[in-house]
């Protein structure tokens, strides 16, 4: 047996391709970094001076647009798996399209703090709204990678690389993308719930 017959059986064992698995691993150290900041932040609140704000009304709209734009990359993907590469580019480009709604709208959310005096440093900031924007923004971070991610697969589909026979790319961007979704559910909730 050689050494691509030896790696070949290794990666049927696992069940899953290499790339799926290290998207996988991603995921779980996001949720355990996202995990700490929520901890940080309800031992932080207990501590004391903490100062109460309402959260900006463009949250529920950023959430609105996120959600929405997991549907479009269900759609996308949901296309592809049916050989509709079409309407799996236009899902592509209705993800990409809100997904950058969603950034600019956590900017103007940002924006909305600030007008409302929360702030993240200074002279004038507490630490409830400095874990607002690391929140906020440590996801945002996260959004763009998924946003580059997902323009890699639009391209490789208008190469017309993503089709029923050529999954992996598009499964991986999909996956990536709902947890992308499901986090700011998560963040958005966990806010409303603990501000």
């Known amino acids: 047996m050689n050494t691509s017959e030896l790696l070949l059986e290794k990666e049927e064992g696992l069940g899953l391709h290499p790339k799926r698995v290290v ?5 779980f150290s996001i949720i355990m970094m996202f995990a700490a900041f929520t901890s940080g932040y309800i031992v932080r609140r207990d501590e004391g001076n ?6 900006p009304l463009s949250l529920l709209f950023n959430t609105i647009a996120i959600v929405l734009s997991s549907a479009a990359m269900q759609w ?8 509709e590469v079409k309407r799996a580019q236009l899902g592509l ?23 409302g005096r929360t702030f993240f440093g200074g002279a004038d900031a507490n630490p409830s ?3 607002v924007y690391v929140l906020m923004g440590v996801h945002a971070f ?10 890699v ?4 589909s ?10 992996l790319s598009i499964g991986n961007a999909t996956i990536y993308w709902h947890f992308l979704g499901g986090l700011w559910l998560y963040l958005y909730l966990f806010l409303l719930l603990n501000h």
């Open 142 to 151: 996260h959004l763009i990678t998924g946003l580059i991610f997902v323009a």
């Open 50 to 55: 903490w100062r109460e704000f309402d959260l």
């Open 93 to 115: 480009l209705v993800t990409l399209g809100l997904g950058i709604v969603f950034l600019f709208g956590q900017v103007h959310s940002w924006g909305d703090l600030v007008d």
């Open 23 to 27: 998207l996988i691993l991603l995921i």
């Open 76 to 83: 996308a993907y949901y296309s592809a798996k049916h050989n």
């Open 158 to 167: 208008l190469n017309y690389q993503v089709h029923s026979r050529a999954m």
């Open 129 to 131: 709204g400095s874990f």
């Open 153 to 156: 697969v639009l391209k490789r």
